[in-house]
């Protein structure tokens, strides 16, 4: 899975650079691997585009838990090394 992610992560860099796109490395892997994992299977139904719309809706919400949260460890490293 980790040489399907990479392929696919080098297939959007074009895409980023030719549209000016503002995304960092670690948004392309989390849209690589939506499409990787999403992807595969032939949907059988309206339900499973709603599920694969929830799915990777969570998946941007954890994501972007995961970020601010790190975020936070920075700010919080930051400040105990350089109190105010």
Do not use: C
């Not at 709603?50 to 400040?79: K, N, P, S, W, Y």
């Amino acid at each position: 899975m980790r040489q399907r992610l990479e392929r696919a992560v080098t297939a959007l860099v074009p895409f980023v650079d030719e549209w000016d796109l503002s995304l960092n490395p670690e948004h392309l892997y989390e849209i690589a691997y939506a499409v990787l994992k999403h992807g595969v299977d032939e949907p059988a139904g309206e339900d499973d585009y709603l599920e694969i719309d929830r799915a990777v809706r969570q998946q941007i919400a954890e994501f972007g838990q995961q970020a601010a949260a790190l975020q936070q460890q920075i700010a919080q490293d930051a400040e105990s090394r350089h109190p105010s």
